[in-house]
Nanobody, 112 residues
Framework: QMRLVESGGGLVQPGGSLRLSCAASGLTLEHYNMQWYRQTPGKERELVAHISWDGGNITYSESVKGRFTASRGGTSVFLQMNSLKPEDTGTYFC???????WGQGTQVTVSS
């Protein structure tokens, strides 16, 4: 079965950090562009980070720029999230646009 699997979500206080990981099963991430999205109830799914196939080009949404860092290594991609805010709360998904593969999401809750 071809799928992406996110991990690393959880409950964190404002100002805290989390590191999300995305691994592949039955398909490869290497040599493909990858993306991180988040979904908040009542809002459209937001593209928060795009990382090129070689990691040489990474872009972020304005809402997370300077706080989040996307990276990749081996067969995984990562999203380091620092200085978290309550508005960062949501379900975070990784996606491989080629082939339209998505993970099941991991919940991030930022609350005191």
């Amino acid at each position: 079965q071809m799928r992406l699997v996110e991990s690393g979500g959880g409950l964190v206080q404002p100002g805290g950090s989390l590191r999300l990981s995305c691994a592949a099963s039955g398909l490869t991430l290497e040599h493909y562009n990858m993306q991180w999205y988040r979904q908040t109830p009542g809002k459209e799914r937001e593209l928060v980070a795009h990382i090129s196939w070689d990691g040489g080009n990474i872009t972020y949404s304005e809402s997370v720029k300077g706080r989040f860092t996307a990276s990749r290594g081996g067969t995984s991609v990562f999203l380091q999230m620092n200085s978290l805010k309550p508005e960062d709360t949501g379900t975070y998904f990784c996606a491989r646009p080629a082939g339209n593969f998505w993970g099941q999401g991991t919940q991030v809750t930022v609350s005191s």
